[in-house]
């Protein structure tokens, strides 16, 4: 057997390797292609929906930016909210459309479409930071429709180490609520010494709803002095 192959052998090894090997690499080059173009589009579709999504953000904030907004520019909030929600459900986009919609309901008094707009945006997945403030709003909103069982189990879903006082005073006020004086007292001193040293602004109208939680006297047993 000669040492090395004829040209004419040489070639009629690469036609049996790409007979057996072609299509298959062939096909992995093309699904490689085919991904990296998928990507690329799916990346820049992305970019695009981020870029849109804050152009009618910041309409939206010049739209309730105004001291005394007229009607017009209320319902081109509105309007700017409901997009928001729509067209970029699953982005902090969408869930501050919801939440500005949830508020706009809890000024009008309409606490069933709060509370929706508000699981709504829990439903959307809203990151760490604003996880518990959505939490701690559709709390107070479930006690002003008098579901003060509800209130404190949302509570506990969204509590996190950051927020423990806010939310302890959040829960002073849903037992107060309950006529439950002891733990509204708790919850309140709770969230009194959870407060900064230098947080003074809120540090006062918590001492203020400490003091104002009633404080009920023990019966006299029989035969005490009178």
């Known amino acids: 057997m000669a040492e090395h192959l004829t040209e004419e052998e040489q070639l009629e090894a690469i036609k049996r390797w790409w007979d057996n090997n072609g299509k298959s690499l062939l096909t992995a080059i093309l699904l490689g292609i085919a991904a990296y173009s998928g990507f690329q589009f799916w990346q820049n579709k992305q970019q695009a929906q981020a870029e849109a999504g804050s152009v009618v953000y910041e309409e939206l904030l010049q739209a309730v930016g105004a001291q005394s907004p007229t009607e017009e520019q209320q319902n081109t909030a509105k309007y700017l909210a409901k997009q928001l929600v729509d067209e970029h459900s699953g982005s902090f986009y969408g869930i501050s459309g919801d939440l500005f919609l949830a508020k ?18 829990l439903a959307q997945g809203p990151s760490e930071a604003l996880r518990p403030i959505v939490y701690q709003r559709l709390a107070k909103v479930q006690a002003a429709t008098g579901d003060h069982a509800a209130a404190l189990a949302t509570l506990d879903k969204g ?24 733990r509204a007292r708790a919850s309140y001193q709770l969230a009194l010494d959870s ?9 006062q109208p918590l001492q203020d709803k400490l003091a104002g939680v009633p404080v009920v006297a023990l019966a006299k047993q029989d035969g005490d002095a009178q």
């Open 104 to 121: 706009l309901a809890v000024k009008g008094n309409d606490l069933e479409s709060a509370a929706k707009h508000l699981n709504s945006a």
């Open 159 to 182: 509590q996190t180490q950051a927020v423990v006082g806010s939310f302890a005073e959040t829960r002073g006020d849903i037992y107060l609520a309950q006529g439950d004086n002891d």
């Open 195 to 203: 407060l900064a040293a230098e947080d003074f602004a809120r540090r």
